[in-house]
């Protein structure tokens, strides 16, 4: 399985952006997929999971209300979508999958992630 994250950058505060996750390789059309972030020098957290089929979906505090994530399992693609972005988001944005089929938690530690991406870097700046 590969993940391919792009749609980062450097945009102001109060800016949107969309993120895009491409995987191939083995299907996972029946796998949670989720997005995880790193600000600098800082561990990396948990942000969103969307299940296989698209519902439900769960956000961190951080991300909740601002965040949404979502999927098109035809062109094997998850996006995130950043509205209203503030400093406190900059960071690498990791786009990571479940190895277990049809499993589902409304948290991940990053550590109950099997596939990664090399992450997009968004720099919010004030």
């Known amino acids: 399985v590969q993940l391919v994250e792009s749609g980062g950058g450097l945009v102001q505060a109060g800016s949107y952006l969309r993120l895009s996750c491409v995987h191939s390789?083995?299907?996972?059309?029946?796998?949670?997929i989720g997005w995880f972030r790193q600000a600098p020098g800082k561990e990396r957290e948990f942000v969103a999971v969307?299940?296989?089929?698209?519902?439900?979906?769960y956000y961190s505090d951080s991300a909740k209300g601002r965040f949404t994530i979502s999927r098109d399992n035809y062109e094997n693609t998850v996006y995130l979508e950043l509205n209203s972005l503030e400093p406190e988001d900059t960071a690498v944005y990791y786009c990571?999958?479940?190895?277990?089929?049809?499993?589902?938690?409304?948290?991940?530690?990053?550590?109950?992630?099997?596939?990664w991406g090399k992450g997009t870097l968004v720099t919010v700046s004030s």
């Open positions: 990571a999958a479940d190895s277990r089929k049809y499993y589902l938690r409304m948290h991940y530690p990053v550590d109950a992630m099997t596939y």
């Open positions: 969307i299940s296989w089929t698209g519902t439900p979906r």
């Open positions: 390789g083995d299907s996972l059309s029946s796998n949670a």
